[in-house]
Nanobody, 123 residues
Framework: QVQLVESGGGLVQAGGSLRLSCAAS????????MGWFRQAPGKERKFVAG????????YYEDSVKGRFTISRDNARSSVYLQMNSLIPEDTAVYYC????????????????WGQGTQVTVSS
C-alpha cells in the first residue's frame, strides 16, 4: 500500500518556524519529483515547493521564496519543508505529493498524496 504521511504541523506565532516531514512507503519514491501543496479553507490547493529526485533542483511559489526550503533524503524516503518567518497567510493544510507527469505546479499532475498536516500561524 502506497503511503505518504506528513507530520510536523502545528500552531506557531508569526515569525516562527516549523519543519514539515513527509515519509513515503509502499513504493520507491526516490526517483520521483516531490511537491508540497497547501490548501486554506474555502480555497483551492496550491503549489508551495517542489524538488527533483536528486534534490539538486528546487522550485518555490513566489510568496514563500526566501522563507521556505524543500529538501529530501532518499535513503530515508522522506521529503521536508523548512518554513521560517511564518505569516498568518501561511495558515493552511499542507500536503506532500509525488508527481506522476505534467507541470510540477499543478495539483492534478500528482498521483500520490498524503493526508495533510495543519499549519496555523497566529498574528
Amino acid at each position: 500500500q502506497v503511503q505518504l504521511v506528513e507530520s510536523g504541523g502545528g500552531l506557531v506565532q508569526a515569525g516562527g518556524s516549523l519543519r514539515l516531514s513527509c515519509a513515503a512507503s509502499g513504493r520507491t519514491f526516490s526517483r520521483d519529483f516531490m511537491g508540497w501543496f497547501r490548501q486554506a479553507p474555502g480555497k483551492e490547493r496550491k503549489f508551495v515547493a517542489g524538488i527533483n529526485w536528486r534534490g539538486g533542483t528546487t522550485y518555490y511559489e513566489d510568496s514563500v521564496k526566501g522563507r521556505f526550503t524543500i529538501s529530501r533524503d532518499n535513503a530515508r524516503s522522506s521529503v521536508y519543508l523548512q518554513m521560517n518567518s511564518l505569516i498568518p497567510e501561511d495558515t493552511a493544510v499542507y500536503y506532500c505529493a509525488a508527481l506522476l507527469s505534467g507541470d510540477y505546479n499543478r495539483w492534478d499532475s500528482y498521483k500520490y498524496w498524503g493526508q495533510g498536516t495543519q499549519v496555523t500561524v497566529s498574528s
